[in-house]
Every structure is written in structure tokens, then in C-alpha cells.
């Protein structure tokens, strides 16, 4: 193939890109956004094995079949509540690829067109050093997220002293190594690169909380696009260089977006870590506070008599998968007259968007669906707000005590509905490790127990 007519395919893939990140900003076009994108991934792979002067085609499609059939299985498996590992660990395979394929190019610059061993380019050392760097880097901190999400490792923040010293340690002995891997194109000088950086990605992410998670996942990505530019430069691959760019500077977006809805700064977050570190009491630590506990009978008769209901979904929502029972209870309640609206916290969840996928699951209009900032002025004026398997991000802690680790993050304002339920299964504190007020407040009725059940109590006492 021609190599201008490979140039405008990979134009055409990028316009592809390009609309599909459009499309997936919001959930009414994200169907649309991900046939771009497949449209624009096989557009580019088609064309990389026409341009190639030689290729193993039988390595290649075994490579596809392999993979591809280790994606169908993941993805006709995998629970909608872990998601966000899941994509944690999608984002270290693009960092250690990013690391394998500057190692190949490393020990075979000629095959790539930057030079011989021994006399690689300058430039393309650089670009190489950093996108091992980066790809290392994304690599192991998504691996300490997936950790940390799954369960692994625990998800409070891990702290010893000079921390941050040595981590702008490591980073200035990374730039050393790469001046030594440019001036010299030492081995020992790639690996060490390859090693701190690989540290260096731990480190990072072993400070930050749970309550900050969500930022990590949007972070990491910014990581992995960002890897992927810069070893588009070494291949001198176009489209890498601009796919890579798009979804660097989309995660760096997002994660700043995130940080803003959290009320913290987005260095704050990727060098100290906020969430459990001076968590207040859960649970049965509460002291002299009590709480009222209700049933599905008397939600049914609130919500039924009431104007207006308030739907805040959260992370216990979606272990549960109740997405299915939320809706139908919903649903119920609209038929009697009853203005029933969600609302979505921008780090409800462990990822961004997290509840946005579930109520799409189930069908749930997305004229019914509203973020924080849209919504938070109505809840003054709301019958009920039925907070179902959230915490954090309704626990009016954040905006009264300056101890707690989520002080200063914006939160749904449900405190301020006349009435209140919790569906919670205990009244343990949440990932942040904080103790809510909101649990033992006058107009608050926790209803104790699994989100699903309690959806299907609710819509059975409506319906008789």
C-alpha cells in the first residue's frame, strides 16, 4: 500500500477516534461512540499490516484469535461492579506493551527506521526513554489499583516517612538515566529506567485512599494514552502519536474534572492520597448516636404519598445489581403520580460513570438522569430522598468536619429532603472509612439490608 494512502486511512481512523470519545460523554451516544471506535481500531490495524513490508500473518492472526477470545470470555463474565478493575488491569497491558515494544525497538532499531544498534538517534532515545518511563510507570500503578479495588491490598492509604523525598528521588535518577540512555544507549541505562519506573508506579499509587480511587482509574488512563503517544514517536506512527494524545489528554481532563467534583487538587492526589487515613468511627463506634430503622412497607407509603422522590445510587447499588428492581419501583411510583429523578455524584461508584452504566442497563430514561450540580437545589423541595447503597458522597461530614479525610468534597445535598432512607446492609462506614451523620439524623430511616431485596419489598408492598 502506498504510504499517502496509508496516511489518510490513518486520518479517516483518528476522525473515527475522535467521535468516538465524542459519543462516549454522554450515555444516550455511547453505543455510537463505541462503533467509532471499533470502526477506527480495525481501520488501523488493516492498514498497519498493508504497509509492512513483511509479516507473519499466521503469528498475527493467532495473536487475535487468543486475545480475542480472552476479551469475549472477560467481557461475557464480568460483573458491572468490577468494572473498574477490570479497566485497571486493561490499562497495565497498555503500559507493559508500551514497555515491550521500546525494548524491541531498543535491541532493533533498523526493523523500526531509527538508526543501528549501536547509533540510534538521539531524539528517538528520548522518546523511547519516555515512553518506557510512562509505560512502566502506568503499569504497575494500575496494578496496585487492581489490587486495592479487588480487595488484595488494602485500600487505605499506605504511608511511611520521606515518602514523597524519595519518590522526587527516583524521578530525578529517572531523568539521569535518561541523559545516560541518550548520551551512552547503555543497556544497564534502558533497564534502570524500565526498574525505577516500575517502583516509581507503586509508590505513586499506594498513598492514595478509596475515597480518591476514581480519580486513580481516570488518571491511570490518562497514563496509558500518554505511554502510547510516546512510543508512537519512536515507531513514527501517526496515528498512534494522535490516538495516544487523545486518550492522554481526555483521562487528564476527566481526572481534573474529578478532582474538582472532590474538592482536591489533582497533584494532591497523585503525590499524598486522601481517604481512611484519619477515619472517623463506624458502624458500632458511634457512641451515644442512634439510629431509626425502617421496612419496605414503610418506604412503599412514603414514597407513595409523597410529590417528589429523590434516587441517589452508589456503589452497594450495584454489588447488589439492583438496577433492574430500582427501575420498576420507579417506575411504580411514576404510575401513581410520584416525580421520581436520580441522581449521580461524579465519583459515585469506583469509576467514572459507573452508575450512568448501570441505570442504562436497565432502561432507565436518560431524561430521568442528573448529575450533582444539576439536581442538589431540589432536594429542599423533595418528599423523600432514597439513598440506595451510597455513602460518601451524601455524608454531610464533608462539609462540617475539617478532621475528616472527605472534608471540602462536594456532596448530594440529601440531608435537606424531608425524609430520608438509607438501604444499606449494615451501618458500617463506607470505602472512605468515615461515619456518616446522615445515618442518625431525625428525618432519616436506615432500611438494613441487601439493595436488591429491599427494591423487590418495595415494589411488592406498591403493587398490593
Known amino acids: 500500500m502506498d504510504q499517502n494512502i496509508a496516511n489518510l486511512l490513518y486520518l479517516v481512523a483518528s476522525v473515527f477516534f475522535i467521535l468516538a470519545l465524542r459519543g462516549l460523554s454522554h450515555p444516550e451516544t455511547s453505543r455510537g461512540g463505541n462503533r467509532f471506535g471499533i470502526a477506527g481500531m480495525a481501520l488501523a490495524v488493516v492498514t498497519t499490516l498493508a504497509i509492512l513490508p513483511e509479516v ?151 498513598p492514595i485512599g478509596g475515597a480518591d480511587m476514581p480519580v486513580v482509574i481516570s488518571m491511570l488512563n490518562s497514563y496509558s494514552g500518554w505511554a502510547a503517544a510516546g512510543i508512537g514517536f519512536t515507531l513514527q506512527n501517526n496515528l498512534l502519536i494522535v490516538a495516544g494524545a487523545l486518550v492522554g489528554s481526555s483521562g487528564a481532563i476527566l481526572s481534573y474534572i474529578m478532582c474538582k467534583g472532590m474538592n ?110 444539576e439536581i442538589n437545589r431540589e432536594f429542599a423541595e423533595a418528599d423523600v430522598a432514597f439513598i440506595i447503597g451510597a455513602n460518601d458522597v451524601v455524608n454531610p461530614a464533608a462539609k462540617t468536619d475539617k478532621t475528616s479525610p472527605i472534608y471540602g468534597m462536594p456532596i448530594i445535598d440529601a440531608e435537606k429532603a424531608r425524609q430520608v432512607f438509607i438501604v444499606k446492609r449494615s451501618m458500617a462506614s463506607g470505602y472512605a472509612g468515615v461515619d456518616n451523620p446522615l445515618f442518625y439524623m431525625d428525618q432519616t430511616m436506615m432500611l438494613l439490608s441487601d439493595a436488591k431485596k429491599m427494591c423487590e419489598g418495595i415494589v411488592k408492598a406498591l403493587g398490593d
Open 56 to 206: 507473519n500473518y499466521v503469528l498475527i492472526l493467532a495473536g487475535i484469535v487468543i486475545g480475542g477470545a480472552i476479551g469475549t470470555v472477560i467481557a461475557r463474565k464480568i460483573e458491572m461492579t468490577a468494572l473498574p478493575q477490570l479497566v485497571a488491569a486493561f490499562h497495565s497491558l497498555v503500559g507493559l506493551a508500551a514497555v515491550f515494544v521500546a525494548a524491541a525497538a531498543f535491541y532493533n532499531p533498523a526493523a523500526y527506521g531509527i538508526g543501528a544498534q549501536g547509533d540510534i538517534n538521539v531524539s528517538s532515545l528520548i522518546e523511547m526513554s519516555i515512553g518506557t518511563a510512562i509505560g512502566a510507570i502506568t503499569f504497575t500503578g494500575s496494578v496496585i489499583a487492581f489490587a486495592k479495588l479487588q480487595g488484595v491490598m488494602s485500600g487505605k492509604p499506605i504511608v511511611f516517612p520521606m515518602q514523597h523525598w524519595l519518590n522526587l528521588a527516583l524521578g530525578i535518577l529517572g531523568v539521569v538515566l535518561v541523559v545516560w540512555l541518550s548520551a551512552s544507549e547503555s543497556d544497564t541505562a534502558f533497564w534502570l529506567i524500565v526498574l525505577v519506573s516500575l517502583l516509581l508506579g507503586v509508590l505513586m499509587i499506594i
Open 264 to 373: 482536591r487538587s489533582f497533584f494532591s492526589v497523585i503525590l499524598g492520597g486522601f481517604g481512611g487515613e484519619t477515619a472517623a468511627p463506624a458502624g458500632g463506634a458511634a457512641g451515644e448516636q442512634t439510629h431509626r430503622e425502617g421496612s419496605a412497607d414503610d418506604a412503599a407509603y412514603m414514597m407513595r404519598n409523597a410529590e417528589k422522590v429523590i434516587i441517589v445510587p452508589g456503589y452497594g447499588f450495584a454489588v447488589a445489581q439492583a438496577q433492574h428492581a430500582l427501575r420498576e419501583m420507579a417506575d411504580l411510583l411514576k404510575a401513581e403520580g410520584v416525580d421520581a429523578k436520580y441522581a449521580i455524584h461524579p465519583v459515585a461508584g469506583r469509576m467514572p460513570g459507573h452508575m450512568n452504566v448501570l441505570l442504562a442497563e436497565a432502561n432507565v430514561p436518560y431524561d430521568e438522569v442528573f448529575e450533582m450540580d
